[in-house]
């Protein structure tokens, strides 16, 4: 599985950025796909998962204010999304993409997303 993420970029504190993944490969064989960050100086963290089911859960710090989604037909994942509203200092971080196949982890890579207050 490849995973190619974008829409990254620098915004206001209080704006909104939409990130998205593509993915290819075995997407037929995609379990669940999230999103993850990790700040400076701090551990990667996960922020959004979203499930084959389409049950969605969200860290505590971005819930009311992200919401994840997907892009599938006919049962392959096709893409994931992050749409990420009231942006706050604190989201700043490289954002990344992540599928789980079976027990494997496939990650994409990062992209910066920078909020000044």
């Known amino acids: 599985v490849q995973l190619q993420a974008s829409g990254g970029g620098l915004v206001q504190a209080g704006g909104s950025l939409r990130l998205s993944c593509a993915a290819s490969?075995?997407?037929?064989?995609?379990?669940?796909m999230a999103w993850y960050r990790q700040a400076p100086g701090n551990k990667r963290e996960q922020v959004a998962v979203?499930?084959?089911?389409?049950?969605?859960?969200?860290?505590d710090s971005v819930k009311g204010r992200f919401t994840i989604s997907r892009a599938s037909r006919d049962n392959a994942w096709k893409a994931v999304y992050l749409q990420m509203n009231s942006l706050k200092s604190d989201d700043t971080a490289v954002y990344y993409c992540?599928?789980?196949?079976?027990?494997?982890?496939?990650w994409g890579q990062g992209t910066l997303v920078t909020v000044s207050s």
């Open positions: 979203i499930t084959r089911g389409g049950y969605a859960n969200y860290a």
């Open positions: 490969g075995s997407i037929f064989s995609i379990n669940l």
């Open positions: 992540y599928a789980q196949v079976g027990p494997d982890p496939y």
